[in-house]
């Protein structure tokens, strides 16, 4: 019997989407904005189109992000999403309708997992497969997971932070944090507005986290000063002044304490056989958010356990619902259908 449909993994995140295609890999890596036109609510662009038009967008068109904490906030949105995903890798014209893997954050509940299916139902999938992602970065990196040790991995996207422990195919421990990349930004946001009576943008903001963003102190020579723009809340008018990396770190330190509390909430829950494996191979990080800079140096400075990126850290989760859609029988007990 041969199989024509498609077979797709989709890794829908908070700041960035990518969609896997069975056979090619990764085909597609997209921002999750959408800009909806308010006239007759037609999606007018997603991905990095509709990412340009952020903050810049006339009274008749609203881009906004229709995920937010790594679940589904804008029903509507998030499906017109996933139909303008399958179509770009499909084809608008799909004879065989594909068959869809979504990863979800761990501690989603059943209400929010069974939003994702339907809106992937509703796009044109002829069966949607749901598979925890922590699960699934732990697959994209590599892990073997169906061994009996156990393996630790932190996945820290835009929207969320999960760490669990993984051991013979399935989640043993797991916390899900919503605290991820766009409160590291909200924080830099709120500090240079308290500081300097700045207002910046999310680019600005997201420019400022990667070019001077570090977990921890760095060292006098490494110290680096970026040059941001706004618009000054007091007098209303376009303004621009300089902020150093150390300024950053400090401002951010509150958000990355909360995401090691995440850590060391399942370091804790963690049967003592599985803690002594994971003292052995350290933490795996994956997730954008991941890559800050020092990020691995300070949970390994918080929890005393060794920390290290994974090989591809952003695509991790995208990968690994790839692998699981492609070996879904090795996998199945631990992806739900419908």
């Known amino acids: 019997m041969f199989n024509f449909s498609k077979r797709i993994g989709i890794d829908l995140g908070t700041a960035n989407s990518l969609v896997y295609l069975a056979g090619a890999g990764i085909v597609l890596n997209e921002p999750t904005v959408v800009a909806i036109s308010t006239d007759d609510n037609k999606v007018l662009a997603v991905g990095n189109e509709a990412k340009e038009m952020l903050g810049r967008t006339p009274g008749n068109i609203t881009a906004s992000r229709p995920m937010r904490d790594g679940v589904i906030a804008d029903y509507v949105i998030t499906e017109a999403m996933i139909r303008f995903f399958l179509d770009k890798v499909c084809g608008s014209s799909r004879l065989f309708k594909p ?13 929010e997992k069974r939003a994702i299916l339907d809106a992937t139902l509703s796009a044109g999938a002829k069966t949607a497969f749901l598979i925890d992602e922590p699960l699934a970065a732990a697959i994209g990196a590599r892990i073997p997971i169906a061994n009996a040790s156990g393996n630790m991995i932190v ?10 422990v993984i051991c013979l195919g399935g989640v043993v421990v797991h916390s899900s944090v919503r605290v991820g990349g766009n409160k590291i930004d909200e924080a830099i946001q709120i500090y240079v507005r308290k500081k300097y009576n700045l207002i910046i943008g999310e680019r600005m903001t997201e420019e400022i986290k990667i070019k001077a ?6 060292k006098p020579n490494e110290i680096t000063k970026i040059e941001v723009r706004g618009r000054d809340s007091v007098t209303g008018l376009p303004k621009s002044i300089e902020v150093s990396s150390e300024e950053i770190t400090l401002a951010i330190h509150e958000i990355l304490l909360k995401i090691i509390g995440a850590i060391k909430g399942v370091l804790e829950q963690t049967p003592p056989e599985l803690a002594s494996d994971i003292i052995d191979k350290g933490i795996i990080m994956s997730g954008g958010t991941s890559l800050l800079r020092n990020l691995d140096r300070f949970v390994t400075e918080q929890t005393g356990v060794p920390a290290a990126l994974a090989e591809d850290p952003l695509l991790c989760v995208a990968l690994g619902t790839g692998t699981a859609l492609e070996n879904l029988d090795l996998y199945k007990r631990s992806v739900s259908k419908r």
């Open 99 to 111: 068959e869809v893997m979504v990863c979800a954050p761990a501690g989603v509940t059943s209400v």
């Open 155 to 164: 996945d820290i996207g835009g929207g969320t932070t999960e760490a669990a």
């Open 213 to 218: 963003g570090s977990a921890m102190p760095q």
